[in-house]
């Protein structure tokens, strides 16, 4: 990194690196990624990645992507017996109602009680529509279930991502079910600084991550 650009990357404001980095709450929609920013130091969200799975006026709801948890999904799932075998983790989706279950599975073929969040991915909380999943043999690689929740209250999400604390990306279901989720924050963190590092060494248009991913 060149003296000059580290010294311009010392004089941008936290919140103005937001806005520089085309990080504009018009972006906010289901299916995003917040990817958490460095500065982040809110103990429920450092250095997370949450996966919107509602966005509206009264405000969001997401999951943590890469917090597996020590609990596996047959503990998660206890008197389901489609998942008494499951031995792989739950997630830690948040700190919003820890007793209560989401998940979210990849499948060519509608499920029933459930909410597109992407092309072939879908939010499924009822039990009936998991068990199904589970029933038809539904992998790790295409099912992840969640403990709890993150949510924001109108605003309370457009504040933070105008103050810096979020960058979005465009997701698809390969991103949304990557198999190294323990380091998905890095890899993407990594992405997004290079961008914004990219945008000083670049004559003429400012490009960013909005930019490369909408």
């Not at 000059?4 to 018009?26: D, H, K, N, V, Y």
């Not at 509206?56 to 597996?68: A, I, S």
């Not at 830690?92 to 979210?104: I, S």
């Amino acid at each position: 990194m060149s003296r000059r650009l580290l010294a311009l990357l010392l004089l941008i404001p936290f919140a103005a690196l937001s806005q520089l980095s085309g990080e504009r709450t018009e972006n906010l929609r289901a299916g995003r990624f917040l990817v958490a920013d460095a500065k982040l130091r809110d103990p429920n969200f450092v250095e997370t990645v949450v996966l919107l799975l509602r966005y509206d006026e009264e405000g969001g709801m997401g999951v943590v992507m890469n917090r597996p948890s020590r609990i596996p999904v047959s503990r998660a799932l206890a008197g389901m017996n489609e998942a008494k075998k499951r031995t792989e983790p739950a997630y830690d989706g948040g700190p919003v109602e820890r007793a209560g279950l989401r998940a979210v599975l990849r499948t060519k073929t509608d499920p029933g009680e459930a909410t597109v969040v992407v092309r072939g991915v879908y939010m499924v909380t009822s039990d009936k529509t998991l068990s199904n999943a589970l029933k038809a043999g539904a992998q790790p690689g295409d099912l992840r279930v969640f403990l709890g929740y993150s949510g924001w209250s109108a605003g309370q999400l457009e504040a933070e991502t105008e103050a810096g604390a979020w960058h979005i990306l465009k997701t698809d279901a390969d991103m949304i079910f990557d198999p190294e989720p323990e380091t998905l924050w890095q890899r993407l963190s990594s992405d997004a600084t290079r961008s914004i590092a990219r945008m000083f060494n670049r004559p003429g248009r400012l490009q960013s991550v909005s930019d490369r991913h909408w």
